[in-house]
């Protein structure tokens, strides 16, 4: 029986189950420094997210920031970026960029504004742009991005500290204000690397703060920027982009940051409100299940509620250390007629071959052996050993993620990746009773 609807990593959060504390100690804070009148009080404030692999950091965060934005759309831009895939911090900021102009453009275009504050969003609206235009470059010739630069008129225009012309100045020697035969015949290239395109961002976002618009920026899957962390210089590059990214801390906006919670060394003290999202209880998973099959067919849930899969639910939820990695089993068992307590094991087998083809089946188990429990962590060496001193496997395991770092910056030690709690033989236990 197939699921036509049903997505495991779903973060829609109309999705969200629970979580009531942390959600309303999130909102209530946002909501106070958004309400506030003074705009004196609108310094920088950032928020972290921490949580194991899976655990609902996204969800929770989009859950937050839809109810902020219900409420204070009107003066505030919600920017929402997700850092996964983008592997610099270049791209971030690119992207991030291009959301401030969308953001601005929406702001613009549904509510009545007057003359002068559609005046104001308009040249806030072209300084994006020109940000977003610049990100698009390594190096160029000072000439031609004077020339590039030239459409955006009204950016001198704008009232107050023109924080962004200013780092244009100053760091890249790029001048909005040059007439075009003063532009002409300008010698020499200018590079736009991480840091100073930062800088560039941390200024448009005080330029928009000065307009009396606030921003909340959120960058969620941090961790996955750049996940590789064998080598030293792989972790170099990724302490780089990241410490890149978190000064924009330093900004007069909201900023809130997810990260897995073996990546949150790198978090200066600055960073100081960290919510970590504990694991959930099996009853709130079987609630975020219910919930996500009512979209299913009668004749799907129907099936799940049948004692036989009812036993087997209350084994894997048992297991699951996050939702994302009960969803999954039951998603992969429930289509492969493994959703039975004497199936279990088959459902095992079949889910291995399906999310870690390419290992091993026999160097998976072994591997989760090692650990005494799921949640044990072990060092290095063990796990070596577990590989049979098989360098290339130990390497493959980490890419693949099925182990991951207590520590990203020092991975000296290891835990299991969620996902394969289900292996281990703590959880043939969990089998053995429920079939019972």
Same mark, same amino acid.
């Given at each position: 029986?197939?699921?036509?609807? +049903?997505?495991?990593?779903?973060?829609?959060?109309?999705?969200?189950?629970?979580?009531?504390?942390?959600?309303?100690?999130?909102?209530?804070?946002?909501?106070?420094?958004?309400?506030?009148?003074?705009?004196?009080?609108?310094?920088?404030?950032?928020?972290?997210?921490?949580?194991?692999?899976?655990? *609902?950091?996204?969800? +929770?965060?989009?859950?937050?920031?839809?109810?902020?934005?219900?409420?204070?759309?009107?003066?505030?831009?919600?920017?929402?970026?997700?850092?996964?895939?983008?592997?610099?911090?270049?791209?971030?900021?690119?992207?991030?960029?291009?959301? $401030?102009?969308?953001?601005?453009?929406?702001?613009?275009?549904?509510?009545?504004?007057?003359?002068?504050?559609?005046?104001?969003? *308009?040249?806030?609206?072209?300084?994006?742009?020109?940000?977003?235009?610049?990100?698009? +470059?390594?190096?160029?010739?000072?000439?031609?991005?004077?020339?590039?630069?030239?459409?955006?008129?009204?950016?001198?225009?704008?009232?107050?500290?023109?924080?962004?012309? #200013?780092?244009?100045?100053?760091?890249?020697?790029?001048?909005?204000?040059?007439?075009?035969?003063?532009?002409?015949?300008?010698?020499?290239?200018?590079?736009?690397?991480?840091?100073?395109?930062?800088?560039?961002?941390?200024?448009?976002?005080?330029?928009?703060?000065?307009?009396?618009?606030?921003?909340?920026?959120?960058?969620?899957?941090?961790?996955?920027?750049?996940?590789?962390?064998?080598?030293?210089?792989?972790?170099?590059?990724?302490? #780089?982009?990241?410490?890149?990214?978190?000064?924009?801390?330093?900004?007069?906006?909201?900023? $809130?940051?997810?990260?897995?919670?073996?990546?949150?060394? $790198?978090?200066?003290?600055? $960073?100081?409100? #960290?919510?970590?999202?504990?694991?959930?209880?099996?009853?709130?998973?079987?609630?975020?299940?219910?919930?996500?099959?009512?979209?299913?067919?009668?004749?799907?849930?129907?099936?799940?509620?049948?004692?036989?899969?009812?036993?087997?639910?209350?084994?894997?939820?048992?297991?699951?250390?996050?939702?994302?990695?009960?969803?999954?089993?039951?998603?992969?068992?429930?289509?492969?007629?493994?959703?039975?307590?004497?199936?279990?094991?088959?459902?095992?087998?079949? +889910?291995?071959?399906?999310?870690?083809?390419?290992?091993?089946?026999?160097?998976?188990?072994?591997?989760?052996?090692?650990?005494?429990?799921?949640?044990?962590?072990?060092?290095?060496?063990?796990?070596?050993?577990?590989?049979?001193?098989?360098?290339?496997?130990?390497?493959?395991?980490?890419? #693949?993620?099925?182990?991951?770092?207590?520590?990203?910056?020092?991975?000296?030690?290891?835990?299991?990746?969620?996902?394969?709690?289900?292996?281990?033989?703590?959880?043939?236990?969990?089998?053995?009773?429920?079939?019972?």
């Amino acid at each position: 029986m197939l699921l036509r609807r +049903f997505r495991a990593n779903d973060v829609d959060p109309a999705q969200l189950i629970n979580r009531r504390e942390e959600f309303e100690w999130l909102t209530e804070v946002i909501g106070d420094y958004l309400r506030n009148p003074d705009p004196q009080s609108h310094t920088p404030l950032s928020f972290c997210v921490l949580g194991e692999k899976g655990v *609902g950091k996204t969800i +929770f965060t989009r859950a937050v920031i839809r109810e902020a934005r219900q409420h204070f759309s009107d003066r505030a831009l919600f920017v929402e970026v997700d850092c996964r895939g983008r592997r610099s911090a270049k791209g971030v900021i690119d992207l991030i960029a291009k959301e $401030i102009v969308a953001a601005l453009h929406n702001m613009k275009m549904p509510f009545e504004k007057t003359d002068g504050e559609s005046k104001v969003l *308009g040249q806030l609206l072209e300084t994006a742009q020109a940000l977003a235009a610049i990100t698009r +470059f390594d190096e160029v010739e000072l000439e031609e991005i004077h020339k590039h630069l030239r459409q955006f008129t009204t950016v001198t225009q704008l009232k107050g500290e023109q924080a962004f012309l #200013r780092v244009l100045k100053l760091d890249f020697q790029i001048s909005l204000e040059k007439r075009d035969s003063e532009s002409a015949g300008l010698t020499g290239k200018v590079r736009f690397d991480e840091l100073r395109l930062c800088n560039a961002l941390k200024a448009l976002l005080s330029d928009i703060r000065a307009s009396e618009l606030d921003v909340v920026l959120y960058l969620d899957n941090m961790d996955e920027l750049f996940h590789h962390y064998v080598a030293p210089d792989d972790r170099s590059h990724a302490r #780089r982009d990241t410490n890149t990214l978190l000064t924009l801390r330093e900004a007069p906006i909201i900023f $809130i940051v997810n990260m897995r919670t073996y990546y949150s060394g $790198i978090l200066p003290r600055e $960073i100081e409100s #960290r919510c970590v999202l504990p694991k959930l209880p099996a009853n709130e998973l079987a609630q975020i299940l219910e919930k996500r099959l009512s979209a299913e067919s009668d004749a799907v849930r129907a099936e799940v509620k049948k004692p036989d899969q009812a036993a087997a639910l209350f084994t894997l939820a048992n297991a699951a250390p996050t939702p994302l990695a009960f969803l999954s089993w039951f998603k992969d068992f429930f289509q492969s007629n493994c959703l039975t307590p004497s199936l279990l094991q088959q459902g095992v087998q079949s +889910f291995l071959n399906k999310f870690y083809s390419t290992i091993p089946v026999e160097v998976i188990r072994r591997v989760v052996e090692t650990f005494e429990k799921p949640t044990s962590v072990i060092s290095h060496e063990q796990l070596l050993k577990a590989c049979n001193n098989n360098t290339a496997e130990l390497v493959q395991l980490v890419d #693949r993620q099925a182990v991951l770092p207590k520590d990203f910056w020092d991975p000296t030690y290891y835990t299991l990746d969620p996902e394969l709690y289900i292996v281990h033989p703590a959880s043939h236990n969990l089998q053995s009773a429920s079939a019972g």
